[in-house]
């Protein structure tokens, strides 16, 4: 009787034990960690991509930067706040082509895809363009005589510009894009090539738009095109344009559920 009584009350104990990890178990909230995206990789993702509204030094009008590949950049992250499978990065960044600058505070939206964290958007915060003066530029004072505001040089004839290289991840219902500006009294060519890859149709649409039809695609409306792909796995681009603000677009729009990778070498040429 006494050894069925200890192992009855043993047992008890375990089952009391047991019960009570259970429960720290089931109110123990999960750690979220925060992902590491080193500046490198940020250096990396946004080549090729756009940063729209950065105002110049002087108060004109806002432009829109692209990043290349072969820019100096000097990135500093500030601050990373992981939502699930997207997170918000914001930096400081430096860095500058042949006549301007561009530094200040961006704002990079990441989204978890097949377990890579893939750059899908940046916004400006702060960043402003600046020329990048000769050595024995001054700026002008109030009450003194201003000197002639120095312009950007016009393209040398003929130029080409890189405007997608390499590849792209594109996630299910989503865009990438890619600005341009064809300066006046000039006229560009759009050439290369893409290829696209998942899903059940390996497919992509790519276009070429302006502004307005830009703005368009952006919210969901039918637009006019200077090229459609039309929905392909593989193609080609030879597009002339006249002077403008474009864009080359890669569209994921119509897949409800697969990322797609996408592989592109597409010049512009300016004549």
Same mark, same amino acid.
């Given at each position: 009787?006494? *050894?069925?009584?200890?192992?009855?009350?043993?047992?008890?104990?375990?089952?009391?034990?047991? @019960?009570?990890?259970?429960? *720290?178990? !089931?109110? #123990?909230?999960?750690? =979220?960690? !925060?992902? /590491?995206?080193?500046?490198?990789?940020?250096?990396?993702?946004?080549?090729?991509?756009?940063?729209?509204?950065?105002?110049?030094?002087?108060?004109?009008?806002?432009?829109?930067?692209?990043?290349?590949?072969?820019?100096?950049?000097?990135?500093?992250?500030?601050?990373?706040?992981?939502? @699930?499978?997207?997170?918000?990065?914001?930096?400081?960044?430096?860095?500058?082509?042949?006549?301007?600058?561009?530094?200040?505070?961006? *704002?990079?939206?990441?989204?978890?895809?097949?377990?890579?964290?893939?750059?899908?958007? $940046?916004?400006?915060? %702060?960043? =402003?363009?600046?020329?990048?003066?000769?050595?024995?530029?001054?700026? &002008?004072?109030?009450?003194?005589?201003?000197?002639?505001?120095?312009?950007? &040089?016009?393209?040398?004839?003929?130029?080409?510009?890189?405007?997608?290289?390499?590849?792209?991840?594109? #996630?299910?219902?989503? /865009?990438? /894009?890619?600005?341009?500006?064809?300066?006046?009294? %000039?006229?560009? %060519? $759009?050439?290369? @090539?893409?290829?696209?890859?998942?899903?059940?149709?390996?497919?992509?649409?790519?276009?070429?738009?302006?502004?307005?039809?830009?703005?368009?695609?952006?919210?969901?409306?039918?637009?006019?095109?200077?090229?459609?792909? @039309?929905?392909?796995?593989?193609?080609?681009?030879?597009?002339?344009?006249?002077?403008?603000?474009?864009?080359?677009?890669?569209?994921?729009?119509?897949?409800?559920?697969?990322?797609?990778?996408?592989?592109?070498?597409? $010049?512009?040429?300016?004549?």
């Amino acid at each position: 009787m006494r *050894r069925t009584f200890a192992i009855s009350f043993c047992l008890l104990i375990l089952l009391i034990a047991t @019960g009570a990890e259970a429960q *720290r178990r !089931r109110t #123990r909230q999960p750690v =979220r960690q !925060r992902p /590491y995206i080193s500046p490198e990789k940020i250096s990396n993702d946004l080549v090729g991509l756009g940063v729209r509204n950065v105002p110049l030094y002087d108060g004109r009008p806002s432009d829109t930067w692209t990043f290349a590949a072969d820019e100096p950049k000097t990135i500093r992250v500030l601050q990373t706040k992981p939502a @699930g499978d997207t997170a918000t990065l914001v930096i400081d960044i430096i860095t500058n082509d042949a006549n301007t600058q561009l530094a200040g505070k961006l *704002r990079l939206n990441y989204e978890r895809v097949a377990g890579d964290w893939i750059l899908t958007s $940046v916004d400006n915060l %702060t960043a =402003r363009l600046r020329p990048i003066s000769p050595p024995d530029y001054s700026p &002008p004072t109030y009450g003194a005589i201003e000197r002639p505001r120095q312009e950007p &040089p016009a393209y040398e004839r003929p130029t080409s510009v890189v405007l997608a290289r390499g590849g792209y991840a594109i #996630r299910a219902g989503a /865009y990438q /894009y890619f600005p341009f500006y064809v300066n006046p009294s %000039t006229t560009g %060519t $759009v050439s290369g @090539g893409f290829r696209a890859a998942g899903g059940g149709g390996n497919d992509i649409e790519v276009y070429i738009l302006d502004n307005i039809q830009f703005e368009n695609f952006a919210n969901g409306h039918s637009v006019s095109t200077y090229y459609n792909s @039309g929905r392909v796995t593989v193609g080609e681009i030879r597009t002339q344009l006249g002077p403008g603000n474009y864009f080359l677009v890669f569209s994921n729009k119509f897949s409800v559920f697969t990322a797609k990778a996408i592989n592109a070498d597409i $010049v512009l040429t300016v004549r």
